[in-house]
């Protein structure tokens, strides 16, 4: 006769097995390397292993649901175990999206021998576990019953606690099967949502179109710019190129990126606050002048900018779906390849890119290489209150070389084009100010983010005037809600949607 073992004492197994395999896998990429930053992983697995029994607690209640779900459950984990350690991918709405928008054939060259090895174990172990709750588990109608509520209260508090409990168990399993597949799910709903602002509004493109490439940078402070007066020369590859237009005043009331965003792509109106968020963006009126359009995704989408991610022709993600919540290294140089083969394309189509990059985003080490370590000594581990304010800096500014060399190689792809790059971030970022880090706060860097345009010589020798009209405007203070009009004007765009005084170039200054 075989041993019966009580049904808490399986979920826990379970739940252990769970939890030393797929859990550790997933919080190997923490950066632990003193007592501040163990002891904080240390708490957020523990949280992430109580949160996982819930779920193993309320399927091991009956065997029937614990054998039709326990083996699919471990066989996806162990694909994704195998793609954590291998590629560092992870469940994000991200991968979800790139994984349904998946053909067959590129399936098959996703499935190596490993992966498949991988989901093989995993199923193996899933059916070992359900049979042994089939044969070998004895439990009491009382000890289901509380079972049952104890897994409800967990699972149900886990998803319904603070935004940081349910951020730090929501992307990782079991529970990010849920959460991420949820916010896929609102992401494709305002993706789809019905917007018409500018579906009619007629729109001509210049008889010499320039392309016009974006690039929405992310948590870069004006002030840590050497043309901006800063002690250190972050941005060595282009700071000295003669046709650099820098903007060294440049306003944003909006210091968190699901806002700012979307208020850089729109038509700011006083009488409608909600533009952001109902309106097209320009992206449209550049589609309605016949341009070719396209999202470089190097930063997840979220539900306040998918729809715009989606209003361009081609949305191209970079980063194979890495989530930024955990610590594989996300570079915005990854953007150029995907770049430089749209752009090439044998088609005469002036283009509009919007390259969304990662730039000076939390938590910096993971977005510049060793070639980029040029200040030292750097940050070592993300528990901020046990990091000094210099090794907090001299990480930031290396993500500052890094994007310098993202630009100069941008650049480089489209030297020999009639094209214009305009950099504009999304924010900036605290430093220690008041005693603040990163964007949480009122101080002024926040609301000061970097700002710049580079021309290509062709495209200064077309547009003369327009290059003229932005040297002479460049240091008057003006507002980040002058993009929309700025990127139509200096793609030479002449739709009635464009305010001509509205722009970077009328130099009016604007709160
Ligand atoms: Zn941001």
Redesign the pocket.
């Known amino acids: 006769m075989q041993r019966k073992i009580p049904l808490w004492l399986f979920s826990l197994i379970v739940c252990v097995f769970y939890c030393a395999t797929i859990t550790v896998i997933e919080f190997s990429d923490q950066p632990v390397n003193d007592i501040f930053s163990f002891a904080k992983t240390a708490m957020l697995y523990s949280l992430v292993s109580v949160a996982s029994w819930g779920v193993f607690s309320l399927l091991s209640v009956s065997r029937r649901v614990f054998a039709l779900l326990c083996p699919p459950l471990m066989a996806f984990s162990g694909a994704m175990g195998y793609l954590g350690l291998t590629i560092g991918s992870r469940v994000s709405e991200t991968s979800i999206e790139i994984a349904l928008g998946n053909d067959a054939e590129m399936w098959f060259s996703v499935i190596t021998p490993g992966l498949a090895a991988a989901i093989l174990i995993g199923l193996a172990i899933g059916i070992f576990f359900a049979r042994m709750r089939w044969r070998n588990v004895v439990s009491t109608s009382r000890q289901r019953w509380v079972m049952t509520i104890a897994g409800v209260i967990i699972t149900i508090g886990s998803m319904t606690a603070s935004p940081k409990i349910i951020w730090t168990v929501g992307n990782r399993l079991p529970y990010s099967l849920y959460y991420c597949f949820n916010l896929y799910l609102t992401n494709k709903k305002e993706a789809a949502a019905v917007r018409t602002t500018y579906e009619h509004t007629p729109a001509l493109a210049a008889d010499n179109a320039p392309d016009v490439i974006f690039v929405i940078g ?2 870069l402070r004006a002030d840590h710019l050497p043309m901006n007066g800063y002690h250190r020369n972050t941005l060595p590859k282009i700071s000295d190129d003669s046709l650099l237009i820098n903007f060294p005043d440049i306003y944003t009331g909006h210091t ?2 699901n806002i ?1 965003v979307p208020h850089l792509l729109t038509r700011y109106s006083a009488q409608k606050p909600n533009h952001a968020f109902s309106d097209q963006s320009f992206i449209t009126l550049f589609k309605n002048a016949g341009y070719k359009t396209a999202w470089f995704a190097n930063q997840n989408l979220t539900k306040y900018y998918s729809y715009f991610a989606n209003e361009a022709d081609s949305l191209i993600y970079c980063n194979d779906g890495k989530s930024i919540f955990h610590y594989e290294r996300t570079l915005d140089t990854d953007m150029i390849p995907p770049f430089r083969q749209w752009i090439n394309e044998p088609d005469s189509a002036p283009r509009l890119a919007i390259l969304h990059a990662i730039g000076s985003h939390w938590w910096y080490p993971t977005h510049y290489t060793e070639v980029d370590e040029t200040f030292t000594p750097v940050i070592k581990h993300k528990e901020i209150a046990g990091l000094s304010n210099e090794a907090i800096v001299n990480s930031y500014d290396n993500t500052i070389l890094a994007t310098d060399r993202f630009l100069a190689e941008l650049r480089a792809t489209v030297n020999q084009r009639n094209a214009i790059i305009i950099y504009m971030s ?2 900036g970022e605290l430093l220690g100010e008041d005693g603040c880090y990163l964007h949480d706060g009122n101080q002024k860097p926040l609301h000061r983010p970097a700002a710049f345009v580079l021309p290509t010589a062709t495209y200064a020798a077309n547009f003369p005037q327009v290059v003229d009209s932005l040297r002479m405007s460049a240091s008057t203070p003006m507002s980040a809600t002058l993009t929309f009009h700025t990127l139509l004007s200096l793609g030479r765009i002449s739709t009635p949607a464009l305010n001509p005084d509205s722009t970077f170039l009328s130099g009016r200054p604007l709160r």
């Open positions: 992310e948590s968190n990126t700012a999304d924010h």
